[in-house]
């Protein structure tokens, strides 16, 4: 973690806001404009980019508290090889300053419950998001490692409310009626704009890795019954270690699918990116994600989960769910994750 004056944090906050508002309201030409020469193998198309981005916002978050994981949540853009413009890691309802649900952990915040009773005082506290007025209230505990954003049929429950680092956990409440559906962008955020890495155990350009558990009081949970697709693979020696197969799948086994076993890329700030387009109506409860692979389960050891303070302490909140992610934990950055509710 880099050490940084207050002064020149809340000043790079301030020309980050103004960056920020010309930032939103600018129409990113996010479809492809030309089918590149790679794409023509596959009716997918794909945008590759290559090295670092450029910064448009340096920080995001600040953390209201001295916290050693604390890490700046930076933003950019990137232009692809076909001249598609990208936001880096991702555009995020975070960054148009949309919230919601609230905090079960978060050091940043000083939320630290020690009992289930002062989670469900908590629980109590948090706003209930109505879809439809005569439908069930339900709560929800989530982790997302690093962002999550949440609707439910479209409408927008939650926002992750540290989207980088120290990790936390979230409570959400909404009132629905089934059969609904729930879609969540989840990004592993990076230090290094453009290729998908971050200062970690003295390599600074380490391949983060992303996860997601949620469990819901219907009985909902996150597992393999869920869809999950990858909209940013990196970072890549080669754009061709991304393979488009059928089925919609982004596949990169070959390189690992998680840490400690995944390639270690030694490309640094020449590494490459794959991205797709995410579709316009991926909240959508009418949205087809059929074609969606389904999410991968990952073991607690695969996540790694000790810095998980709200898993760790209250497993019965998270009884039967499983960690998910699109096919690579380390790899895929971007992940859209749906699951309709019957
Ligand atoms: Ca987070
Ligand atoms: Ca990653």
Request: aromatic content about 8%; proline content about 5%.
């Amino acid at each position: 973690m880099r050490a940084f004056k207050s002064g020149t944090i809340s000043k790079a906050i301030s020309i980050a806001g103004i960056a920020l508002t010309g930032f939103v309201t600018q129409s990113l030409p996010l479809q492809a404009q030309t089918q590149p020469a790679a794409a023509a193998k596959s009716s997918v198309v794909r945008h590759v980019t290559q090295g670092l981005g450029k910064m448009v916002a340096e920080n995001l978050f600040e953390c209201a508290e001295k916290v050693a994981s604390f890490r700046k949540t930076p933003v950019g853009t990137i232009t692809a090889t076909d001249g598609t413009i990208i936001t880096l890691p991702a555009e995020s309802a975070y960054q148009k300053g949309l919230r919601g649900g609230a905090d079960l952990h978060n050091d940043c915040t000083k939320t630290d419950p020690k009992t289930l009773a002062e989670v469900e005082a908590l629980t109590a506290k948090t706003p209930i998001v109505e879809i439809d007025p005569d439908g069930e209230v339900i709560t929800g505990y989530m982790m997302g490692d690093n962002y999550y954003e949440m609707y439910v049929n479209e409408k927008l429950v939650a926002v992750d409310s540290v989207p980088y680092t120290p990790m936390n956990g979230s409570i959400v409440r909404f009132k629905v009626k089934r059969p609904y559906t729930i879609a969540m962008k989840l990004v592993d955020w990076e230090e290094n704009l453009g290729v998908a890495s971050e200062l970690n155990r003295a390599n600074k350009w380490h391949p983060g890795d992303g996860g997601l558990i949620a469990r819901f009081s219907d009985g909902t949970v996150t597992d393999s019954t869920w869809r999950a697709q990858s909209f940013y693979v990196g970072p890549l020696a080669n754009p061709d270690d991304v393979i488009e197969k059928r089925g919609n799948v982004h596949d990169t086994t070959k390189l690992g699918r998680t840490h400690p076993l995944a390639n270690m890329p030694t490309c640094q700030d020449k590494c490459f990116g794959v991205h797709y387009d995410i579709p316009a109506t991926w909240q959508s409860r009418t949205f087809d994600d059929k074609s969606w692979p389904r999410a991968n389960e990952f073991t607690d050891e695969e996540i790694g989960v000790n810095a998980m303070v709200a898993y760790t302490r209250f497993p019965e909140l998270f009884d039967d769910a499983r960690w998910i992610w699109s096919m690579n934990l380390v790899y895929d950055n971007v992940v859209i994750v749906r699951k309709t509710v019957r």
